[in-house]
């Protein structure tokens, strides 16, 4: 069976994600960045039927909205925290979880023009390929949310 190819695009949210998580155990934004982007320094570690080509995932994408998700990263968090339950926080959420959140909207405040059904479809497969599909259901409704209230703003 032939592994269907994946779009440059949806590598660079993957590794967004990745990279985010990195960081979230104390790595260094920028050494992140440039192990990445520079030395294309990453493994992959997924079940997924998509061949990877990791030299030739869009670095400019990546780039964009790995660092918005630092440059932006309170009004992120807050989004987030503002649409949990009441006995949830940020912090009680798995960092994967935590990560794939702050990258798809790290990417819907970049990339506005973008289609959420593009985004949440992306994001809902990496959480497949990090086993948090489990969560789908809750990364879909508050990343509508959230959405929704991004174009309130707009």
């Known amino acids: 069976m032939k592994k269907a190819k994946i779009h440059s695009k949806s ?12 960081q979230s155990f104390g790595f260094d934004q920028k050494q992140i960045e440039k192990e990445f982007v520079t030395h294309n320094d990453f493994e992959f570690h997924i079940d997924s039927d998509f061949d990877f080509d990791k030299k030739k995932f869009d670095k400019v994408f990546f780039k964009k909205i790995f660092n918005n998700v630092f440059e932006k990263e309170d009004f992120i968090c807050d989004l987030i925290s503002n649409h949990l339950q009441e006995n949830w926080t940020l912090k009680r959420l798995p960092k994967v979880l935590q990560a794939l959140l702050r990258v798809a909207i790290s990417e819907m405040i970049t990339y506005p023009q973008t289609s959420m059904g593009i985004i949440i479809t992306e994001y809902l497969m990496l959480a497949e390929s990090f086993s948090i599909e489990k969560e789908n259901n809750f990364i879909n409704a508050i990343l509508d949310k959230i959405h929704q209230k ?3 703003h707009e």
């Open 11 to 22: 590598l660079s949210r993957y590794l967004a994600v990745q990279a985010i998580f990195n």
């Open 150 to 152: 991004l174009e309130i």
